[in-house]
């Protein structure tokens, strides 16, 4: 079961991210503030849940949080900045969207990068120890996928409707033949590694 808070004493949110490892597309962070004494014990790390779960959950999360906020930052911001920071500036964007100011940050990793005058704690594995950062990693991930899903309409050679960006096989093998897209990070190592194979040297 997870936790409903780290101090009781203070409004915290939690925040997470979703699409770091992925070679297209934006990374998206959520944030997530619920009323005082909240549980909903369905909550869970959103690696640990089925897309049908997720979903039915986010309708939950979005009705029953507080304050809720989702932020991204395109692939030109990933490569311009790197994918770690776009992904904790996305989380800050999330945080000043949020119509309730919390008074504390539970952040899922154990880095972050802190653009606002709040406090903050890192928790690794947090989304499967905090509700608040369970509920987060929901949001990012979802609100992300349904992104992927709508540029694989555009690009539907990519296979984004399954792999939502990650590097699949399939991915790779698009790359390969179709080149890549306006989406793709460019500072990602877009194509296959090649193993390297060494002839014996005569001497």
């Known amino acids: ?113 802190n653009e606002t005058d709040i406090p903050y704690l890192c928790i690794v594995k947090g989304d499967a120890k905090y509700q608040q950062i369970a509920a987060a990693s929901i949001l990012a991930k979802t609100y992300r996928d349904e992104y992927m899903q709508q540029q694989h309409l555009k690009y539907p050679q990519y296979g984004w409707d399954t792999n939502k960006g990650y590097p699949t096989e399939k991915h790779y093998d698009a790359i390969e033949h179709y080149g890549i897209t306006p989406l793709h990070r460019r500072s990602f190592a877009l194509y296959r590694q090649k193993e390297l194979s060494f002839e014996p040297v005569n001497s």
């Open 1 to 113: 079961m997870l936790a409903i808070y780290h101090n009781k004493d203070l409004i915290e949110a939690g925040l997470d991210e979703a699409g770091r490892g992925c070679l297209a597309g934006p990374v998206f962070a959520a944030a997530v503030v619920f009323p005082k004494g909240y549980r909903n014990d369905r909550l869970n790390d959103s690696k640990q849940l089925s897309e049908h779960q997720r979903n039915e959950l986010r309708k939950e999360i979005e009705q029953d949080a507080l304050a809720f906020a989702v932020a991204s930052v395109d692939n030109n911001g990933i490569d311009r900045m790197n994918i770690l920071k776009a992904s904790f500036h996305a989380m800050n964007l999330a945080i000043n969207k949020l119509t309730t100011k919390p008074e504390m940050l539970l952040i899922d990793g154990n880095r972050f990068i």
